[in-house]
């Protein structure tokens, strides 16, 4: 990372004293380099232990959890590939209204989606669209 900005600093100087039609020589160029090879201080240690907390916390307390175990998000992996009638196949397997499907039982069935509940646990799964429109019927 140094050389590619060693090299991008040196071209941007080189062609910017052309353009100017000022003289550079080698010497202000190593002089440039060595301007950008020295270190940078950064903060002191009692600025950085004084510093202010840049985050932003809820009710304007510091340390409180932003979330808890009974917030956390669950992952289901439901996949809707076919729907007929009252019949949909979700993750390889048909199922009717009201059958129950890990925990989840089938509460509604529309055209293209198909609603799951648990207690009050909601979630609606959508048929995937396919890439192609084009209908293929394969005849023996």
Same mark, same amino acid.
């Given at each position: ?72 998000? @669950? %992952?289901?992996?439901?996949?809707? *590939?076919? /729907?007929?009638?009252? &019949? #949909? +196949?979700?993750? @390889? %397997?048909?199922?009717?209204?009201? *059958?129950? /499907?890990?925990?989840? &039982? #089938? +509460?509604?069935?529309? %055209? ?16 995937? %669209? ?11």
């Amino acid at each position: 990372m140094g050389n590619k900005l060693l090299t991008r600093a040196s071209i941007i100087i080189c062609s910017s004293t052309l353009l100017l039609g000022a003289e550079i020589t080698i010497n202000d160029i190593d002089r440039l380099v060595n301007d950008i090879k020295q270190e940078r201080i950064g903060l002191k240690e009692e600025e950085i232990k004084t510093a202010k907390d840049p985050f932003i916390y809820p009710n304007g307390r510091l340390g409180t959890v932003l979330h808890s175990a009974k917030a956390k998000k @669950r %992952r289901y992996r439901f996949v809707l *590939s076919a /729907i007929v009638n009252d &019949r #949909v +196949k979700i993750n @390889r %397997r048909w199922y009717g209204l009201n *059958s129950k /499907i890990a925990g989840f &039982r #089938v +509460k509604k069935i529309g %055209r293209n989606d198909v609603l799951l509940t648990r207690n009050d646990e909601k979630i609606r799964i959508f048929l995937k %669209r396919p890439k192609s429109k084009k209908i293929k019927l394969l005849v023996k």
